[in-house]
């Protein structure tokens, strides 16, 4: 049977498929493409100024990393009381000294009954990095070090951000009334 281009049919169990040289071109630059995606913090990204720490959205603490001394920080939840029904995260700026005494704390599987959520990050030489957490997954603490613009830290159980910012990003584009 003829079609309306005067080609015959073709039989199914005779097509062939076959990988052209434009179909390898075109594999190879959608490749070439995820992999500057992936690494735009590598190659493009600027050191940042500081680390925004929020909770649930709202901003607890901007810390700033041109320290190059050794910063400890722990962000834990307090108990609701009587008067307040919501649990509140609090920010707090350890020595070296305290985080040792309370590593070893935590070492000594002691719990700590007061806090139900708690988190504790260290910001050294422009980075930051999760130490502890007390959430099941624990896939913050297994984060790599940020320090670049963009870069985050993100902890779903306790719903805490670290964001690295940059200056520039604090001035106002315009204002609209």
């Known amino acids: 049977m003829k079609h309306m281009f005067g080609c015959d049919k073709i039989n199914k169990t005779e097509k062939k498929q076959q ?3 434009y179909d390898i071109y075109m594999i190879t630059g959608i490749f070439i493409v995820a992999l500057l995606f992936l690494f735009r913090f590598h190659i493009f990204g ?3 100024c500081y680390a925004v ?3 649930d959205g709202v901003i607890l603490e901007e810390v700033p990393l041109s320290d190059t001394e050794e910063r400890y920080f ?3 939840e ?5 008067i307040n029904q919501e649990n509140t995260m609090e920010f707090l700026e350890l020595t070296k000294e305290q985080w040792s ?3 070893l704390e935590l070492q000594s599987q002691e719990q700590i009954t007061s806090w139900d959520e708690y988190n504790v990050f260290v910001c050294k030489d422009g980075r930051i990095q999760m130490l502890q957490s007390s959430c099941p997954d624990k896939i913050c603490v297994h984060h790599a070090e940020i ?3 963009g870069e985050s830290i993100i902890c779903l159980p306790h719903k805490l951000v670290i964001e690295i910012s940059n200056a520039e990003e604090k001035k106002l584009d315009g204002v609209v009334y």
């Open 19 to 21: 990988i052209t040289k």
């Open 46 to 48: 600027q050191e940042g």
């Open 53 to 55: 720490v929020s909770y």
């Open 101 to 103: 005494d309370w590593e």
């Open 74 to 76: 722990l962000v834990y």
């Open 147 to 149: 320090s670049k613009t």
């Open 78 to 82: 307090m108990e609701s009381n009587e």
